[in-house]
C-alpha cells in the first residue's frame, strides 16, 4: 500500500473523481483511496461489496481523536453496511455515512473545510475499459 504524507498546511481535496480515480490536490490517483489527517493510502479492500472491520483497520490507531466520522464511499450506488461492520466501527469510536462515491467526496470535501476529525474511504467509481 502506498503512502503519501500530506504536506503542512495542504487539505488533501478531492478535486475530480471519475471512472477508476481519484484527483486529489494536483496529483491523479488511480483506484480506491483512504484519506486521513495526515496521509493518503491506496486502499483495495477485497469485496467493496462486502466490507469488513480488517480493510478499515488503518483507522482504527486515529480513533479517539484525530478521527471520529468515517465517510465510506461505497461505488456507483450506496447500500447498507452489515451490522457487524458497523457495530465494529462504532465500538472504535466511529460515525459512518455510508453513501455513494460522488456523495462522499463532497461530504468530504466539506468536512475538511470546516476542519472535522475526519477520514474518508472511497471506493473508484467502476472504470470504463
Known sequence: MELRPVPTGERPFVRAYGPGGFTIGAT????????????????????????????????????????SLLVLGLGAT?????????????SWGLAVEAVATPAACRTWNLLLAEGRPAAAALVALPSTD
Open 28 to 67: 491523479r490517483f488511480a483506484g480506491s483511496l483512504l484519506l486521513l489527517p495526515d496521509r493518503i493510502e491506496r486502499w483495495c479492500p477485497v469485496d467493496p461489496e462486502a466490507l469488513v472491520a480488517e480493510d478499515l483497520k488503518a483507522l482504527q490507531p486515529l480513533t479517539g481523536g484525530a478521527v
Open 78 to 90: 450506496a447500500r447498507p453496511l452489515p451490522p457487524a461492520l458497523l457495530a465494529e466501527l462504532r
